[in-house]
């Protein structure tokens, strides 16, 4: 596509559920990245693929997220047994050898 | 491993006066400088980038970065701002490899006051 899309753009979940978000880069782009804003917390790197492996996934908070990519291409970010500091924009990225990073416009993932 | 600074967290300014972001950067590893625009309740837009060449960039809408490799620093500049220019901005870098990952400065809000 002409954009990274990602889905949805606005997630309400109870504490305690599962969520998956979803990213869909722009085609011909290799790498992917998630990463996570929130307030006072700025922009964090959660996990970095290439192709469909990940050799960095330094970022990610704990054990309860996780993440794949499938065909080199869309990616799921899954967030197990959701908590409220999980609370926060969830961005994805997508990038061509690293010299211009597109964002798509996130997921609002709100934990009540 | 790289690290960015951005040293100021809030810049206030009057519309029309000249301003200056500006950022640090730490790594080991050759890297390149990106400079990321966020509109209140809308996604990271890519503001100009410093890949090779020229260590003077510019935006589309009068912003100038310039990349000073002794001082490790990319600061961005515009010398007269707009009401619409209020935002917050993000300085990043990356190794320069096509595997590297983006690394954020904390952000700057420009507040540009009429």
């Known amino acids: 596509g002409a954009g990274v899309s990602q889905s949805p753009s606005n997630k309400v979940t109870e504490k305690g559920k599962d969520v998956e978000l979803r990213c869909d880069p722009i085609s011909g782009h290799t790498a992917l990245y998630w990463y996570r804003q929130s307030l006072g917390q700025g922009l964090e790197f959660l996990i970095y693929?290439?192709?469909?492996?990940?050799?960095?996934k330094s970022g990610l908070p704990s054990d309860r997220f996780s993440a794949e990519r499938t065909g080199g291409s869309v990616s799921t970010l899954t967030i197990q047994r959701t908590q409220q500091e999980d609370s926060a924009v969830y961005l994805c990225?997508?990038?061509?050898?690293?010299?211009?990073?597109?964002f798509g416009s996130g997921t609002r993932l709100t934990v009540v | 491993a790289q690290s960015v600074t951005q040293l100021d967290s809030q810049v206030p300014v009057f519309e029309e006066a000249p301003v200056e972001l500006r950022c640090n950067y730490s790594?080991?590893?050759?890297?390149?400088l990106f400079w990321y625009v966020q509109y209140p309740n809308q996604g990271l837009q890519l503001l100009l980038k410093y890949l090779s060449g020229s260590t003077l960039v510019e935006s589309i809408n009068g912003f100038e970065a310039e990349f000073n490799k002794s001082q490790t620093s990319f600061h961005l500049r515009k010398p007269s701002v707009h009401i619409s220019d209020t935002a917050e901005y993000f300085c990043?870098?990356?190794?320069?490899?096509?595997?590297?990952?983006?690394?954020f400065g904390q952000g700057t809000t420009l507040q540009v006051k009429p």
């Open positions: 790594s080991s590893v050759s890297v390149y």
């Open positions: 990043a870098v990356s190794p320069q490899s096509n595997t590297g990952k983006l690394i």
């Open positions: 693929f290439q192709g469909n492996s990940a050799p960095d």
């Open positions: 990225a997508s990038s061509y050898r690293g010299q211009g990073y597109t």
